[in-house]
Each structure stands twice: as C-alpha cells, then as structure tokens.
C-alpha cells in the first residue's frame, strides 16, 4: 500500500494491541474486583454492564485481526461492523458509565 496508510495501520496496529488490550485488561479485572467487593453480582445492571464489556472485548478482537489483514497485500476489505467500530466502542461505554452511575434496577 501507501506508505502514509502503511504508517496509519501500524500505527492503530501499536494502539489497538499493547496500550488498548492492556485497557481492556484493566476493564475486566478492576469491574470484577469492584463487582465482588460490592457484592453486586445480583444487580440487573451489573449482568447488562458486563454483556456490552464482553462484547467490546469482541469487537477488540476483531478490531486487531482486521488490522493485520489490512498489512497484507492485498489488503482484505473491513467489513461494516468494523468500519463504526468507533461509534460503537463510544455508544457502549457511554452506556456503560451510566449503568455504573446510576445502577438502575437496585
């Protein structure tokens, strides 16, 4: 390809692997953490709190292999999902926020 989008992938390749997967990581044992520790594991918005979390580790996953397929020559197509990975990374955590904010469903 280019090499200015060769840069622009590796570039969101870094970003995407160590410093958003260590995130993610974080997401996962920090939630857990508070989630034991305030003994919320029966809350209606914590079980719905956890599914968008699991699904933005998809999304992640599937976010890191089209970065690798976008390296190759020729590069695969991204698909739609991916193309608003973004809006919906942005929707779900806006979502998620609340959820923890306000616990509805207490």
């Known amino acids: 390809g280019e090499p200015q989008s060769d840069r622009l992938i ?3 390749r870094f970003w995407n692997g160590p410093i958003i997967g260590l995130a993610l990581l974080l997401v996962w ?5 508070l989630a034991i520790l305030g003994h919320y594991f029966s809350a209606p918005w914590l079980m719905i ?8 580790s998809g ?4 976010q890191t292999g089209a970065f ?3 390296q190759l020559t020729p590069p695969v197509p991204v698909p ?3 193309r608003h990975s973004a809006t919906i990374t942005l929707a779900f955590v806006v979502v998620i926020v609340a959820l923890v904010v306000l616990q509805p469903w207490s």
């Open 59 to 62: 999304l992640h996953g599937a």
């Open 68 to 70: 690798r397929r976008l």
């Open 80 to 82: 739609a999902l991916l």
């Open 29 to 33: 044992v920090l939630g857990l953490t």
């Open 49 to 56: 709190k956890m599914a968008l979390v699991f699904l933005l």
């Open 10 to 12: 590796a570039a969101a």
